[in-house]
DNA sequence: ATTCACTTGCAACAATGTTGCAAATATTTT
DNA sequence: AAAATATTTGCAACATTGTTGCAAGTGAAT
């Protein structure tokens, strides 16, 4: 199913189509939240070396594929970005969330960061906003 | 100098005064922005055994004498919270800047992370926010 | 000064990330 | 469709980072 998809995807972005590369787009697609580089490992079985899936997220990222999300536990996460994306400029401004009862996290594409007024000297160049709490799912 | 200060922080968060940990607190009441365990380990010389880094660390987070930075490169920076932090519950709503061009991170002590508003069902524990760009040093 | 609790360093280990290179696979050309 | 070319993969070896148990050392309390 998001075979094709994930084939289309990769030829957008002039990355060739191998079953690795094929595999962890699935994986992105099918999961609705951030994977990080252990996610990917484990949920990828056996399957693929430690190396590939590290060179397949580097690929991704400087194809503007994926984006990465920062965290406070030294395993960053990666997400789909939205097809607007992929072209060649990021637009990137939503706001992340981290679920603190099951640990996911995920993108709010429609929660956009708010403008922020830094002091004088100081350049913005990229802003990041990360949300911890408890998700619409876990919340019930 | 920053001597006495580091052994008054020490005491009031109960924690014995050893070498390791005043030297620790001493580098982060010098330096003037946050730090990673490697940073530490750099300019704390060969004096320190890895290990008790990183339980320095925990210890002073867990007594609120530091917090953690999130970042996307996956090495955590700590810096030192403001004098009402010590007592118990956090007030850390500061925005965190990270410099592009020195590498610096910094706490924007001035700069309140201002209130998002989320999709029901989500529930709003804490919020980090990242800016990147070029910072007041770097700017001139 | 002695006792007790806590902290440190060491050693051994586990996990994570990086690099070079030959074999395998995808893409392009003929 | 097959050959040539370019790219990607897996392996091995290694570097870095983080964790745990335990004995020795140090700080704090009696």
Redesign the interface.
């Known amino acids: 199913m998001s075979e094709k998809k994930a084939e289309e995807l990769l030829k957008k972005n002039q990355l060739s189509i191998t079953g690795g590369r094929r595999k962890i787009l699935e994986l992105f697609l099918q999961h609705d939240g951030a994977l990080s580089h252990g996610d990917i490992e484990k949920k990828a079985g056996e399957k693929f070396d430690r190396v590939t899936v590290y060179r397949t997220l580097q690929a991704f990222l400087e194809k503007g594929l994926i984006h990465?999300?920062?965290?406070?536990?030294?395993?960053?996460r990666y997400a789909l970005c939205k097809d607007e994306c992929s072209g060649g400029q990021h637009r990137d401004d939503h706001?992340h969330?981290i679920c603190?009862t099951c640990g996911n996290t995920i993108c709010?594409e429609?929660?956009t960061v708010?403008a922020?007024?830094?002091?004088?000297?100081?350049?913005?160049?990229?802003?990041?906003?990360?949300?911890?709490?408890?998700?619409?799912s876990c919340?019930?």
């Open positions: 990465s999300i920062p965290t406070s536990d030294n395993s960053i706001v969330f603190n709010l429609d929660v708010p922020i007024k830094l002091p004088r000297g100081y350049v913005t160049e990229q802003v990041e906003m990360l949300v911890s709490g408890v998700c619409k919340n019930r």
